[in-house]
């Protein structure tokens, strides 16, 4: 890990270039053609559950960020989560039409579904660290994650319709998160840039884009790892009671 002089960009890129992340086998068997479709179509709806989970740890985040100037874009990143109001058009939503685009995937055949243990321990850090940890470690995290999801959608947006999965005008959901992810990203990581010039407060931002990062690319491996693994479940209820049951 090499030391860093306070400025947050030559720190992001030296996290994702020590962790080479685009040469994860998930991404590396897209590209040269050996991912089976029916698997990848089952790591992506696990990869659904990450989806539709993420806006949640994110509001956890916003309401510990201290100055409303501060948390603008961030409410503002929860509120497109959920379709700026119409959920139609929900985050959730472009992904579940994907998902039956690709493989005629629909609700129910997702709910079918149980939850792998990688999404869980995803969506579980991402909880812990925005409700636990200080607002600026939970920053880094989401921050970097929103900034390597911005060129996942652009590898995995690529490799679909490389794969003949997809034609390019079928495509949905990782073409809109290529360019908006990178918003996101800057939006997160402009919170905590003044932040970055004191030393201590690095140290925590730091161990949240370290994480962060980390966590991620994990999540691919386990994906990749597991995509032959079929498990479904007899009840129709949420996966997570993270805060409780809706009625
Ligand atoms: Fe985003």
Redesign the pocket.
């Known amino acids: 890990m090499k030391k860093n002089n306070g400025n947050i960009t030559e720190k992001i890129d030296s996290i994702l270039s020590e962790l080479n992340y685009k040469n994860n086998p998930y991404f590396q068997s897209l590209a040269d053609g050996i991912f089976d479709k029916d698997d990848f179509i089952e790591t992506q709806i696990q990869f659904y559950f990450a989806v539709t989970f993420f806006s949640r740890p994110m509001a956890a985040l916003a309401a510990k960020i201290p100055l409303p100037h501060m948390r603008l874009e961030v409410v503002r ?1 929860v509120w497109e989560e959920h379709g700026e109001g119409n959920l139609k058009k929900a985050h959730a939503h472009t992904f579940e039409e994907l998902l039956k685009r690709l493989g005629n995937i629909n609700l129910s055949d997702i709910d079918k579904r149980s939850l792998w243990p990688e999404i869980r321990i995803f969506n579980t850090t991402l909880s812990g660290v925005c409700v636990l940890d200080d607002y600026m470690t939970g920053v880094g995290t989401l921050g970097i994650i ?1 900034q390597m ?1 911005s060129d996942i959608s652009s590898i995995i947006g690529k490799e679909i319709v490389k794969n003949k999965w997809l034609s390019e005008d079928q495509l949905i959901h990782y073409n809109l ?1 290529e360019k ?2 990178e918003k ?1 990203a800057r939006d997160f990581f402009s919170i905590v840039e003044k932040a970055y010039e004191n030393q201590e407060h690095q140290y925590y931002i730091d161990q949240g884009m370290w994480m962060g990062a980390t966590l991620f690319n994990a999540l691919y491996t386990g994906l990749f790892e597991h995509r032959k693994r079929r498990v479904f479940r007899d009840v129709k209820t949420l996966h997570s009671r993270a805060e409780g049951i809706p009625c």
């Open positions: 990143n929103e999801f998160h908006l992810d996101h």
